[in-house]
């Protein structure tokens, strides 16, 4: 069968790494062949490349992206050094381009499952520049009479080190806070944990992840026992419908959404259900294939999950026989969701009852159902709650643990999975239960310390609550490493003044000197990535080794270097006075992370560096039984729900109350997963006649974070330079706002002033991308002190997951003065 795509004719072969940068020309395609392919349109416009067209059940054609610095080609290239990349969850298999000691380049690689060699633009143009930026921090820094002044090593970890022994003395363990990210490496994560809990002894430890990817465990643990993804990427190649919820996939994770296009655009393609305010691509798919875009009023994402629900109990379209054996609940549920039936939803949610019913129908009828879920419900208001729904959802129809039944809770960063499994975040590594005695035992036992050593007295602390302990002063030290809290976090003056005062000693360790640098008392310069090894894992559990392939600019340091140096600096032992931490290298700390995960759903004791390195990525469990990895998890109808098994015992997803473990071993699941209904409750700030329009905040294809990285790529940044709003035609109308004009946005905690964008987002809500800071390295920025959306966003979040909201603050808008422009590319 024949196909049309563009295709360089040089490039059909199996080994599609011979191929340097070419021309893009068009002819016909091959069916079901691999094809391989380099391209050179620009692909901050052409975000997902040339379609690989292919049909349910076959494999996705091999297409293999390349970019180089200016004036390079392959030739010039010394060494390809083995990857994947780090801009978002997606963790695309690549090869890093090293030319006379520098990064010059990247390109995908071809046998990779994750990608089948392609990358999107922020892989391409953003993975390299930044580490030859001119402003890299190369030495420590300390602060003097106010100021940030360059230093050595052991001046900088000697005034750490004497802080830190000054509190544990005075006040004990719970004066340490630990805030790191969601891109360090596996390795470094553990040995961070390892030095809060079994080192320290402080449950004040947690990530950025918190911010993204909190609620993506938090549901999975309360559906199914423990975090894990249960799908896989490959569920895009078998199934028949796709329920994407609250996700822009074609702007977040833009190489698995090529993979869906190319599943559209090959015969049989899958309907798509779209549930988001915005008509994003996703939304245009829906229709395009016969599906339906339901575009609910922000903060009501419960409701119409639970209407759909209600039509599958309605119709019967559940899977009676699979839900009696496999699940608890489903009374509870049915009960729950029968106060939703479509025009109730429509009521609540502002969207069509037939819609709702015709969408119902869709995944009622559907044989092979994905979805995926992002942060326009882990985000937003009832997040956990809402993502329990989604679960839900694929319980009712038993469609689980077989090839195109995936559910995708996905991830926002790249390692914010590794960060989760190892303990970074506040919770036991291997996903043990705090609550669980004989789990705390089994650590104790490993790293020999004494159990009451380990923080288990309470869940651990979430970030929110960090902070809040370090705006009064009882977190006295505060360590923040690899993430920008002044930029990403709610309710930004708050933040700064938090980072800024005296009451607590702020440490920061990065790769420049952020917004959350330029508040600390120490900086610490770090290795990035290819500065150093480690693993990671992606967001369908695949894991990849990411090698060194240059050194670190003057003293920057590893990650791993730099705990491990305070580990030695404090010296912390086990209970026999050896040292705590018996690891040196990545590899030596990757062993000592298998034997913790060993005989826990993440369980990595059949990988190795060496078993990475002949392979292109694993998906854990990876054991003697399973020794090339996991495709799936709960094949066998078998969750991880045991009492003595599970991750925790769940909660009341409404309040937060905890279940105890009493209740949970009455409840008796013993490996049946839990349907969870929840009434819809209203979010907390509706609009007012002062502030009348919803603000709701989210990403955008050509950045990622806070623009650490890609603010420094000329591609990038050229291509999205500065903050906007996104207002409906009709609220724009009514504001005498037009394309491109200067407005105010105000909410009761702060002010924007940037560019308007009209259109593409549903009346009532202002849509704003969070990646800007102050930081302008271009001065494109008119005003790069009030373009930070999280100056306008609130201190309040999800009961169960922790996760702060960032899509339900009420706002005014007021029009400032015309643009000289339109407010640049979507
Ligand atoms: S989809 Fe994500 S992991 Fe893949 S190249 Fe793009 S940013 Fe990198």
Redesign the pocket.
Known sequence: MLTRSSVLTSCLTSDPRAFVALAHVSRQDVGSREVSRTVTTDRTVDVHGPRTPHSRGGSWPVRVDQHLDDGLTADDVDRWVPS?????????G?DIAVKDGRMVGIR?RADDR??RG???????Y??TPWSTAGDRLTRPLVREDGRLVETDWDTAMGRIVEHSKALLEDKGPLSHGFYTSGQLFLEEYYTLAVIGKAGLGTPHMDGNTRLCTATAAASLKESFGADGQPGSYADIEHCDTVLLVGHNMPET????WARLLDRIAGPDPPRLVCIDPRRTQVAEQAEQTGGVHLAPTVGTNLALLNGLAHELFEHGWTDEAWVERHTLGVDDLRGTVAAYPPEEVARICGVAADDVRRAARILGESEALLSTVLQGVYQSHQATAAAVAVNNLHLLRGMIGRPGCGVLQMNGQ?TAQNNRECGADGDLPGFRNWDNPSHVRELAELWNVDEMTIPHWAPPTHAMQIFSYAETGSIGLLWISATNPAVSMPESARIRRILGGDQCFVVVQDLFLTETAELADVVLPAAGWGEKTGCFT?ADRTVHLSEQAVDPPGQARSDLDIFLAYADAMGLTDQDGGPLIGWRTPEEAFAAWQAASRGRPCDYSGLSYARLRETNGLQWPVTEEHPDGTERLYTDGVFSTHSDYCENYGHDLLTGGTVTAQEHRAMAPAGRALLKGTAHTPPHEAPSEDYPLLFTTGRTVHH?HTRTKTGRSRQLDGAAPDAWVQLSTTDAHALGVREGDWVRVESPRGAIEVRARVGAVMPGAVFAPFHYGRWDPTGAAEDADSRQANELTMTIWDPVSKQPYFKTAACRVTRLRAGDQTAGRP
Not at 253 to 256: A, F, N, S, Y
Request: proline share 7%; with cysteine; hydrophobic share 30%.
């Open positions: 994947a990349c780090v801009l978002c969850s997606n963790g695309c690549c995908g994750v990608n392609r990358l999107g633009p922020k892989g391409l953003g993975s994770q833009t190489v698995l790249p992606n990622f």
